[in-house]
């Protein structure tokens, strides 16, 4: 019992380190989802990014950071579909390889939720993109690294970036969506 309310002092305890954290890309995932033919939606998601960020719990709002994203690694599970979005029909990614957010501002809104705001670079086109977070906390791993956890979601128009294929159904609507939604799990590991 005593060993059981140490390690429960310990853990309710433990806050973020202030510093430098780089994203775990085995413990992290950036996935996105959008309408097809107005009635039910694709999933998908990027298999290879990387980035780095600067995080203070005392100071949130002083926090900057940047992620870049390989978008030949766009998976939805469907071949066929894959190679259509890595096509130059919409990433080209032979064109445009990569898919870069900088962070610009951070707005505190409540303990442990705020929004990140930055620049977002798909497809040759920049465009300002908000991103509502919400800190899940801190752990060491059993090899002594500090670990920090974030939740993110946003959305963005894709013709924003020029991406702009899509068929006319016979009802009027769209093949494809403009509006897609962005979910990111960040599990991020203090540099010593």
């Given at each position: 019992m005593k060993k059981m309310l140490l390690i429960l002092l310990v853990i309710s305890g433990l806050q973020a380190t202030a510093g430098e954290?780089?994203?775990?890309?085995?413990?992290?995932?950036?996935?996105?989802?959008?309408?097809?033919?107005?009635?039910?939606?694709?999933?998908?998601?990027?298999?290879?990014?990387?980035?780095?960020?600067?995080?203070?719990?005392?100071?949130v709002d002083q926090s900057t950071g940047n992620v870049t994203i390989e978008v030949n690694s766009v998976n939805t599970d469907v071949g066929d579909r894959d190679k259509h979005l890595k096509s130059p029909e919409f990433f080209d990614v032979a064109k445009y390889p990569e898919m870069i957010f900088k962070s610009t501002k951070v707005v505190v809104k409540a303990k442990n939720y705020f929004q990140l705001k930055g620049n977002l670079t798909l497809h040759g086109v920049t465009q300002a993109i908000t991103l509502d977070v919400e800190y899940g906390g801190t752990a060491v791993?059993?090899?002594?690294?500090?670990?920090?956890?974030?939740?993110?979601?946003?959305?963005?128009?894709?013709?924003?970036?020029?991406?702009?294929?899509?068929?006319?159904?016979?009802?009027?609507g769209l093949l494809v969506g403009e509006e897609v939604t962005i979910n990111i799990e960040v599990e991020a590991i203090l540099q010593k």
């Open positions: 954290y780089v994203i775990d890309g085995a413990h992290s995932h950036v996935m996105f989802k959008i309408k097809h033919m107005t009635i039910s939606s694709v999933m998908g998601r990027f298999e290879k990014f990387k980035g780095s960020f600067t995080f203070d719990p005392k100071h791993d059993p090899w002594g690294n500090t670990r920090v956890a974030f939740s993110a979601t946003g959305k963005l128009n894709r013709k924003d970036y020029g991406l702009m294929w899509n068929k006319l159904l016979e009802t009027g």
